[in-house]
């Protein structure tokens, strides 16, 4: 046992010079791909995706909170300035004119928050919903169209058309579980506005 552990040993020993020989070849072959402008290239973009991320990280534990509040706002100044829809219908009741201007003049009053904040690229986003009465796909597809008109409404009382998009939300996220009464299903049946950074 302890010859061929020497035995090996000595080839071992003896061979360590030629894998040398083929670490240096090696070596010469990564230098020379170090220095092509592409492999630099590559190398930058990844160096400069992982500095991205780490800014990205370090600055959403900086905005959580700002973008808390906000939401806390807007979400608080929907449910107050709630416009009414025809039954099974985009068409707006009359009467929505003022509270769509209160909403936009909170959503208006949020962007300057956030851009004196130093905040840039964020979208607010108004989304409808329905309650669970009817077919999941005709109420997506309905509370969509409901989203988009409150978004038409709010454009036209001053936010930028290029900062708000609507998106349906059917009967996915319900306030109040289950909604089997009547005064249930209206408390579902609703928009709200929030900001994405």
Do not use: W
């Not at 509040?69 to 009359?94: I, T």
């Amino acid at each position: 046992m302890r010859i061929r552990l020497c035995t090996l040993t000595l080839v071992g020993f003896f061979a360590l010079p030629i894998f040398g020989v083929r670490a240096d070849g090696f070596m010469d072959a990564v230098k020379s791909a170090a220095s092509n402008p592409e492999v630099q290239a590559a190398a930058k973009n990844v160096g400069n995706k992982a500095v991205e991320a780490t800014k990205s990280a370090a600055g959403k534990k900086i905005t959580a909170p700002l973008e808390k509040k906000v939401n806390d706002q807007l979400l608080s100044e929907a449910r107050k300035n709630q416009c009414s829809f025809k039954s099974d219908s985009d068409e707006l009741e009359p009467g929505c004119d003022g509270k769509a201007q209160k909403l936009a003049n909170v959503i208006l009053q949020a962007k300057k928050t956030l851009t004196s904040a130093g905040v840039s690229g964020f979208k607010f986003e108004v989304s409808g919903h329905t309650d669970t009465r009817g077919n999941a796909a005709h109420n997506k597809e309905l509370s969509a169209r409901r989203a988009a008109v409150m978004v038409k409404q709010l454009v036209a009382k001053g936010v930028p058309a290029g900062e708000i998009l609507s998106v349906g939300k059917g009967a996915e996220e319900p306030l109040v579980k289950p909604d089997n009464t009547p005064a249930k299903q209206a408390k579902n049946r609703r928009y709200e506005v929030r900001v994405r950074l």
